[in-house]
């Protein structure tokens, strides 16, 4: 079960202790147990968190772990975990005390963990300077996207289009360079804009990852049904070697909010639940999707294989001849295996 309410009692002897539920479900199958594991996730574990908290049957599915040498589950990439002893259950009001001596425990991986806050999920944010370095852009990315700058120039005089390199950042996307001529009432800059890493918006760094971090950024949509769906538009991803983001009413109501946010008129509250509503990678491409295209997103490597960055045409006029979006992609690609190779990826 998901708890908000863990805190650490004593150093000497270690113990710690949370507040379960009278009511709850899962509680009652715990109470019994002699010894429980207590996982810390991590900030990239939000739709594992929203997953385990629900009292769905399947709710288990798809969180992977090993046990401990007790048998207890400490799942995959959390950022540590606490093997404990029953030590006492004190009443509690509506909830009950549980206070469990600590056996033994691991930090398992060097990240922040998630922070549930006023109904909505978010990371720990350091004021001063903490053990853990934050996920952020580094020089070294910085110094890759410049180097796309003269491919990613040629492509918006080529095809009359915009174009922006977007790096992945931890929980976000970031744009951080683009080219060519902005509408007369389009911002003139992108540059700085962020968004949630989650399906189907960022699929084209999602595609490449390994699978068990895969699984995790497919566990972010809310909508179990969907999951499968999310899984599929990936392998296309994959197999096709670019992403296809296409026009539709969310995608309308996205971009004017973007717009807004971007101008500090509103905060990106429920922007989450629009995310899920955009239009991304259909299995067909016909006619009728191809002119519904409205960005062509293609990565770009770096040496170890993983997408260093992501290379996205948009604003481009609709082509009027035939095969021309067809056109439009491959320069896309072309562009973006161009700059890996510069890159030396
Ligand atoms: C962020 C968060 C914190 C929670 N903290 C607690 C808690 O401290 N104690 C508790 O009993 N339930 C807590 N819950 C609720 C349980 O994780 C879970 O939703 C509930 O137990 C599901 O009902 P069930 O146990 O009947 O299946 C929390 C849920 C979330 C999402």
């Known amino acids: 079960m998901v708890v908000g309410s863990f805190v650490s009692v004593s150093l000497e002897p270690p113990l710690i202790a949370f507040f379960p539920d009278r009511a709850s479900s899962s509680w009652a199958k715990l109470r019994d147990c002699e010894n429980f594991c207590v996982n810390i996730l991590s900030s990239e574990q939000e739709g594992l968190c929203r997953k385990l908290a629900s009292k769905s049957p399947d709710k288990f599915e798809g969180a992977s772990h090993r046990n401990s040498a ?14 404990c002893q ?25 990240g922040y963990p998630l922070l549930f806050f006023q109904g909505g ?8 300077i903490s053990a853990v370095e934050t996920p952020g852009l580094t020089l070294g990315q910085l110094r890759c996207v410049d180097r796309a700058r003269p491919e990613m120039e040629a492509m918006s005089d080529e095809l009359t289009a915009r174009c922006l390199a977007v790096v992945q950042i931890g929980a976000e996307l970031a744009i951080v360079a683009n080219s060519g001529r902005a ?53 296309r991803v994959r197999s096709r070697g ?62 170890t ?41």
Do not use: C
């Open 70 to 83: 007790r048998g207890n589950p400490v799942l995959d990439g959390v950022v540590a975990w606490i093997e």
């Open 86 to 110: 029953r030590h006492s259950i004190a009443d509690a009001g509506d909830h009950e005390l549980v206070i469990g001596r600590v056996l033994s425990l691991e930090i398992e991986t060097a």
């Open 121 to 128: 999920y978010g990371r720990f944010a350091p004021a001063s």
């Open 183 to 235: 509408r007369r009432d389009a911002p003139g800059t992108l540059v700085g804009q962020r968004l949630p890493f989650v399906p189907p918006t960022g699929s084209i760094f999602a595609a490449w990852l390994p699978d068990r971090a895969r699984e995790n950024w497919i566990d972010r949509v809310a909508n179990g049904e969907r999951r499968q769906a999310v899984r599929m538009a990936l392998e």
């Open 242 to 303: 670019y992403s296809l983001g296409l026009l539709n009413d969310a995608q309308r109501e996205f971009s004017s909010r973007i717009d807004s946010i971007a101008a500090g008129l509103e905060h990106s509250v429920g922007l989450e639940a629009l995310i899920d509503s955009l239009y991304y990678d259909p299995e067909n491409l016909t006619p009728a999707e191809y002119a519904l295209i409205r960005v062509i997103t293609a990565p770009v490597f770096d040496a």
């Open 305 to 345: 294989g993983e997408v260093s960055f992501a290379l996205t045409l948009y604003d481009f006029q609709k082509p009027t001849v035939t095969g021309g979006i067809e056109k439009y992609i491959a320069r896309v690609t072309e562009g973006a295996a161009r700059v890996t190779k510069r890159i030396g990826g």
